[in-house]
């Protein structure tokens, strides 16, 4: 076996116990029935655990059970995926997963490892499946990602599907999931391949380049323009001050000849004022320089001096510190014949009594010393600003006076209104030169290059040859439909066909051999038809992904073969079917053959599982008896979920 096949559904109770459904691996799986007794619920298990959007089982299931989860093999790996039921009846976020080349089945909800969200597990479990390289590829085919809710319609022939006249898959009733499945089919049949999945990646990264370098000439081409029109504004500026001489060819000129006149530009010398009283101007300007100096070393020194009361301040603290300790000395009355520090009496002078008391007498004169060196900085502060004030008015009198001279010079006065023009424009200019900033120029030849690889990829894997490729597809699947639906029960007009299968609106056309007339799916008529069209398409399509080595798994779960025949209506028990019946009705004779089609299939497809959830049981039929792995009937009062599980918790 190397196709996913599931071995284990595990259903885990409020009451810690836990009852599990045991499958055949690469074989027939049947469980027959009577209604009521929670067969369909297993799909809705089956699919609750594989991430789906709504929480679909029975509300008897649901009730009474905490988790559910299901065991999977490829022979070589298996996972263990389980989800929680929620409170709510809604389905929970909160799923499990777990896989290795040996995996226990969980025995408790507790024991369930691999925590987390619902789309963190289904990414987990899409890698696994081999969906990763498909969905990191630049698919072409969809917008949307290869899901593993995409496997569902291959693996799933429930009630609404097995004998439907209108639904040819599983999900396609749903607007929805039919868009997405519908959107997937072209992978699962085949046309994407590796290679082309290689292409499509180097594609998506050549369009990003592409991306770029056009991206690169759209700023490269409007830096042009703005930097051209900065240099022309300034230009025109300076022209205004007589700076410079503007003409025709400013307008023609490239953005390098105009930053070169600029550049020239900033090299303009700063033209002397000449003042009738320059003499005194100059005397005044050398006393305000002067002054201008003091006051900054003044300013330093106040600086420095506030640092340093700053220091004296953490000084004083620690003075007040050692001046405590230094208080303790009052406590010691030493004599030669007391303890100073207990008063007892000495019998004679003793040698630590003196050392005790020449310690107290050398903090005395520490704390003296304290007290003479403590820093005072405060009156060397106040003077320094007592300083820089009267500097303040000085300087303020000498800019006074200079103001006044230069009013004096009305033509000095131009001049320097002149050349404050200038200098403001030539700081523009040196502001602009220093500040633009180089936008790097696209690559012709590269953007070139990446276009002329895309036409390659495209041309080697374009729509024609993907389109190509899926007819190749829906011609083989045809093709093995047609064979298996000779070995069905059927009728009119049916009876001796070819089916087509088209997958871009997924449908069954039926040519008639002679006639070469079509009939479409909805015109069949008859359940009978319709159930033998169903399982010969799905058993065609499983051999098609099979040969394909599809990580679609080998499982077809179907619900109720014998639905077209025996009715739940007519019985709500256990239909038993003995083999009188197969001589004297032809509904018995037909469900034999199709039951027989089932077993020889999944003998000669290798790694197909088939699960049957059935009314009817073949008590005559060796393969079918030996397949039915569980048994519910009424008067049993077996079912899939016993009766007795509490729908709360017990305490």
């Given at each position: 076996m190397n196709r996913w096949n599931i071995s284990h559904l595990i259903f885990y109770s409020k009451n810690n116990l836990h009852r599990t459904i045991?499958?055949?691996?690469?074989?027939?799986?049947?469980?027959?029935?009577?209604?009521?007794?929670g067969k369909s619920a297993v799909i809705t298990a089956i699919d609750y655990c594989l991430g789906s959007s709504t929480n679909n089982i029975p509300a008897f299931v649901s009730a009474r059970v905490t988790h559910i989860a299901t065991k999977w093999s490829d022979?070589?790996?298996?996972?263990?995926?389980?989800?929680?039921?929620?409170?709510?009846g809604k389905a929970s976020g909160n799923m499990y997963f777990e896989?290795?080349?040996?995996?226990?089945?969980?025995?408790s909800a507790n024991d369930l490892n691999g925590r987390g969200n619902i789309e963190e597990i289904k990414a987990l479990l899409e890698n696994l499946f081999g969906f990763t390289v498909v969905n990191e590829s630049d698919n072409v085919l969809s917008v949307n990602k290869i899901s593993i809710r995409q496997i569902t319609p291959f693996i799933y022939l429930d009630k609404k599907v097995i004998d439907s006249d209108t639904t040819l898959m599983y999900g396609l009733d749903d607007q929805n999931a039919s868009k997405r499945i519908i959107d997937s089919l072209p992978y699962f049949l085949g046309a994407i391949d590796l290679k082309e999945l290689e292409a499509m990646r180097r594609l998506r990264g050549l369009k990003k380049g592409i991306e770029s370098e056009e991206r690169?000439?759209?700023?490269?081409?409007?830096?042009?323009?703005?930097?051209?029109?900065?240099?022309?504004?300034?230009?025109?500026?300076?022209?205004?001050?007589?700076?410079?001489?503007?003409?025709d060819s400013v307008v023609s000129a490239n953005k390098d000849t105009l930053i070169d006149i600029l550049e020239r530009l900033t090299k303009w010398e700063y033209s002397a004022v000449n003042f009738e009283n320059d003499d005194v101007l100059k005397s005044l300007q050398i006393i305000k320089s002067n002054q201008l100096a003091e006051l900054n070393i003044l300013r330093r020194k106040k600086t420095a001096a506030i640092q340093m009361n700053s220091t004296t301040d953490d000084y004083d603290k620690v003075v007040e510190k050692q001046l405590s300790k230094l208080d303790l000395s009052k406590f010691f009355q030493h004599t030669e014949e007391k303890c100073p520090v207990c008063s007892s009496d000495f019998k004679e002078p003793n040698e630590i009594s003196k050392m005790i008391e020449n310690s107290i007498v050398e903090l005395r004169r520490e704390r003296k010393v304290v007290k003479n060196h403590k820093p005072a900085m405060n009156g060397f502060v106040k003077e320094i600003d007592e300083k820089i004030d009267g500097l303040q008015i000085n300087i303020n009198k000498s800019d006074n006076e200079i103001r006044n001279l230069i009013k004096e010079s009305e033509v000095a006065q131009n001049q320097l209104v002149l050349n404050q023009n200038i200098s403001r424009i030539i700081g523009r200019i040196?502001?602009?030169?220093?500040?633009?900033?180089?936008?790097?120029?696209?690559?012709?030849?590269?953007?070139?290059?990446?276009?002329?690889?895309?036409?390659?990829?495209?041309?080697?894997?374009g729509k024609s040859h993907k389109e190509e490729r899926i007819a190749l597809a829906e011609r083989k699947i045809s093709k093995y439909a047609t064979a298996n639906l000779k070995e069905l029960p059927r009728g009119i007009p049916i009876e001796n066909c070819e089916v087509n299968f088209f997958?871009?609106?997924?449908?069954?056309?039926?040519?008639?051999?002679?006639?070469?007339?079509?009939?479409p799916f909805a015109n069949i008529g008859s359940d009978e038809n319709y159930l033998s069209l169903h399982l010969s398409f799905a058993f065609a399509f499983q051999r098609f992904l099979s040969e394909k080595k599809s990580s679609v798994p080998g499982l077809l779960i179907l619900d109720q073969v014998s639905r077209p025949y025996y009715s739940n209506k007519d019985s709500d028990d256990e239909k038993d079917i003995k083999e009188v019946d197969i001589n004297n009705d032809d509904d018995s004779a037909a469900l034999e053959k199709h039951f027989n089609f089932?077993?020889?299939?999944?003998?000669?497809?290798?790694?197909?599982?088939?699960?049957?959830?059935?009314?009817?049981?073949?008590?005559?039929h060796e393969a079918y008896k030996k397949a039915t792995k569980y048994k519910w009937p009424k008067i049993a009062n077996d079912k899939l979920i016993p009766s007795d599980w509490p729908e709360v918790f017990e305490s």
């Open positions: 045991e499958f055949n691996v690469n074989d027939v799986t049947i469980i027959t029935g009577a209604s009521n007794t022979g070589t790996t298996e996972f263990v995926i389980g989800r929680e039921i929620s409170k709510s896989y290795g080349a040996d995996v226990d089945v969980p025995i690169k000439q759209i700023l490269f081409e409007q830096h042009q323009i703005d930097v051209l029109e900065k240099c022309r504004s300034l230009l025109a500026e300076a022209s205004q001050v007589g700076l410079f001489q503007m003409d040196s502001y602009f030169l220093d500040n633009h900033t180089a936008v790097e120029a696209f690559d012709q030849k590269k953007l070139n290059d990446y276009n002329r690889e895309i036409e390659q990829i495209n041309s080697k894997y997958s871009k609106q997924p449908k069954l056309v039926i040519t008639d051999a002679e006639t070469e007339r079509k009939t089932i077993f020889k299939q999944v003998q000669e497809q290798k790694g197909l599982q088939v699960i049957i959830l059935e009314h009817a049981y073949l008590s005559y």
